[in-house]
């Protein structure tokens, strides 16, 4: 089962212990500052940079709105049982799914080789056009 999920305009995923950007390049084996070094970069940047905690956004700001942890995920992102299931945690994250940020990224995000890799480090793949 995927640990990540494509909901509207939002990725929701489950973050492991194994996702710093220094682990993402250690998983591509790419020479620092080359060029195909900085095209990693910006992808690693648009799957998680701005990614935000769901627990933690609940404890900081909604906390008093909603009841519980799971009425603030179905109330504010209309998520089914089957999708709290898999996010009610501390763990889980979501990140906004712009496709106009950043074209030529989303383009290689298509390679079979590079979707093998972003399924790895993601625990699934959610980016295709």
């Keep these: ?3 990540i999920i494509k909901y509207d305009d939002l990725v929701f995923f489950i973050e492991k212990k194994k996702m710093k950007k ?5 998983m591509v084996k790419v020479k620092k500052n080359s060029y195909l070094y900085n095209i990693y ?7 998680l940079k701005g990614k935000v905690n769901l627990y933690k ?3 900081k700001y909604y906390k008093k709105e909603y009841k519980d942890f799971s009425e603030y995920l179905s109330e504010k992102y209309h998520m089914n049982e089957e999708m709290k299931k898999m996010f009610e945690n501390k763990k889980s994250c979501y990140k906004k799914y712009d496709l106009c940020c950043d074209q030529p990224i989303l383009a290689l995000m298509q390679d079979d080789e590079v979707k093998e890799i972003i399924c790895k480090f993601m625990g699934g793949y959610v980016y295709d056009y």
């Design 41 to 47: 970069d910006r992808m690693y940047d648009f799957m």
């Design 22 to 26: 220094k682990d993402f390049f250690k």
């Design 57 to 59: 956004e609940y404890i």
């Design 1 to 3: 089962m995927a640990n």
